[in-house]
DNA sequence: TTGTAGGCGTTATCAC
DNA sequence: GTGATAACGCCTACAA
């Protein structure tokens, strides 16, 4: 066993006052066989064949009503729980979905998990979660070990996975089925669930213009997030049609998470002529450059306006003051879920009516400039 | 298909202003089989027995160097991977490990599932992670399907779920290795990792008591997590040892999640006597707390302090002005894994040394009071 | 509509 | 040290 706590001991700009262990208790296990019972346990039981227990559990048509209820009633009784091994083994489904995940945002993350998971319940599928940190590289050597091994049925993909073309053609050549959510091209053979984000940012510039702003300084995501770069266009062509100049340096590069925004907003404050307004490019950065502006003791929304994609409802529950575009995670999660879930073949470009809302709470509205 | 985004489209209190889609596309599959290696082809490839090849993979003794390497060399240039379901359907294990986590902060959860994902890669392990939410009940159940469905071979628990009995009781019955992260009981029979919350918290009153502060407001977590009334029974001792009362008023039962610390600190606020610090009982309170008091112009720390336990590092990352325990949940998922991994059977009660800290930026220490 | 035989890819058991 | 052979629990294909 290793050392637990590794680089969690230096703390050179702190100061060490309590001092504890973390202890852990091992208690072996006395190895011993517990039997669960098998499909042949619950025909006897039922008094049919194994094929017929086999066909009730996976639903299939031609069963007589009288024995199928036999056969539920004996399931019930035994508490039979099919062995996924073996299903996967034998058949040609594994009864698995795989979620691939790669988020600097927990919140992000959760959200996604829990949305696909929530689907995956109702269709009696497993979610295997697959958290990645993209940094450490080989992604595709780990999606294959993910795929050969476990057999998934599906996948879902996020960004910026969703847009590394060796992925998905390997993807394609293993015939996997898979979606995408917001991807960064619409590729027409894949599977996807998106917005338009271009659309969605330029609406809500123009909502700031419309209040008089026309200084307004963008926080931008990861470059390797497409999203990103679609909200930072759509962030150009408002300025555009309110005619004004785009000004590189009050455009911030910055990674989708609470620190860009403190830092994006420090930059932005430092600035000789500063903005009247932050559009961050989702709702972690936004938290952070509210974080940054209360402790620089700048008002909110009186000296200066924040805005942002709330992407995970978490500018929505936590931060009142902010004026945010509406873009459901977890809406999209479910769509894409139902997406991998559905045996309907062939339903080819299909539309899911969605209202993506501005909001701004009555509570704190935009501050009109002038 | 269902109508996504059911629930987001009420915004009485928000006004519209932009409308756009989430359009999904649907690529059918062309079903066409894809063909793996097996062991069989790989055990042809090296000219031994199949058995020998199932030797190495399982990395067992007997085998002599020279086939070892014939084996490995097949196995590398035919790319091939073992198949978890027959692995799970023949073996007695099934290299797997389940994570039940629930838990109401997002980073929380994200922080114990890389951590176990980490060390699981290294062992050769998929982690199934299985985030609950509590409030939809039947979790004993939902247990007991995960259980039979994959057969894993251990399971790690997160609070509040170690506190379940009867499901400890049932994962005994079942003869099934778990290891509980952060209990509320340390059960002699039952491996954990874990930390004294009591101390820790008693710790930081100190720590604020010294600073000349005596009245201390206290934002706790969710009453069904052990951990929010062992730091609550620590803020009780601390005090005590100050010779300082303990006053109702100014202690708040929260949810250990951000909402709870501005609501928290919103009634701390609104007394007539306000406290000159508040001990927040987890980094997402703390956050909120301090979000809470920003939006009010109340100056932190000059005018109040802010405490917390830091479980996730977040209030390291983002709130430079915060006082903190440091608490890693990383590194408590790391003795976890380790501990559920590990094959050394009889590894009674051993202790892993970490250093619990109290810290405070330079940059904006405590203030003082008087 | 129901049942029978065979096999999925690996590990366990027991000889050699 | 190494190799045959029988499971593991279920599904597919085909026959009745």
């Not at 011993?32 to 006897?44: C, G, H, L, N």
């Not at 969703?162 to 960064?184: G, H, I, K, N, Q």
């Not at 909200?231 to 300025?239: I, W």
């Amino acid at each position: 066993m290793r050392q637990a706590g590794g680089g969690f001991q230096s703390a050179d700009e702190h100061f060490s006052l309590g001092c504890t262990v973390i202890s852990v208790q091992h208690s072996p296990m006395t190895a011993a066989p517990s039997r669960k019972p098998t499909i042949k346990q619950v025909a006897e039981a039922a008094g049919v064949s194994i094929k017929t227990v086999s066909r009730v559990l996976n639903n299939e048509r031609y069963i007589s009503a009288t024995l199928r209820a036999r056969v539920d009633e004996a399931m019930h009784n035994l508490a039979f729980k099919p062995s996924q091994a073996a299903r996967a083994l034998a058949g040609r489904r594994s009864h698995q979905i795989a979620l691939i995940c790669d988020n600097p945002s927990p919140y992000y993350v959760y959200e996604v998990q829990a949305g696909v998971r929530e689907r995956c319940m109702e269709s009696h599928v497993r979610m295997i979660a697959q958290p990645y940190d993209i940094g450490a590289g080989r992604v595709l050597e780990d999606l294959r070990d993910l795929v050969d091994q476990t057999n998934p049925d599906g996948l879902i993909l996020t960004p910026p996975i969703t847009d590394f073309t060796e992925v998905l053609s390997d993807l394609r050549a293993r015939r996997l089925r898979f979606v995408c959510l917001s991807p960064a091209i619409r590729a027409p053979d894949c599977s996807a669930a998106f917005i338009d984000n271009v659309a969605a940012a330029r609406e809500m510039v123009n909502h700031l213009t419309q209040f008089g702003h026309r200084r307004i300084g963008f926080i931008a995501g990861h470059p390797s997030y497409a999203t990103s770069a679609q909200r930072h266009a759509g962030y150009a062509q408002g300025l555009a049609q309110a005619g004004i100049a785009y000004d590189p340096d009050i455009v911030i590069e910055g990674q989708y998470d609470f620190r860009s925004g403190v830092e994006g907003a420090a930059r932005l404050l430092a600035l000789g002529k500063r903005p009247t307004a932050i559009f961050a490019s989702s709702d972690d950065i936004a938290a952070g450059a509210l974080a940054m502006l209360h402790q620089s003791g700048v008002a909110v929304p009186q000296d200066m306006s924040v805005t942002g994609f709330d992407d995970t409802a978490l500018a929505e529950v936590v931060w009142p003051a902010l004026t945010t575009i509406r873009q459901p995670t977890r809406a999209m999660a479910y769509a894409a879920a139902d997406l991998l879930l559905s045996e309907g073949v062939g339903v080819e470009h299909r539309q899911i009516e969605h209202r993506l809302i501005i909001r701004a709470s009555a509570a704190s509205p935009l501050h009109p400039i002038r």
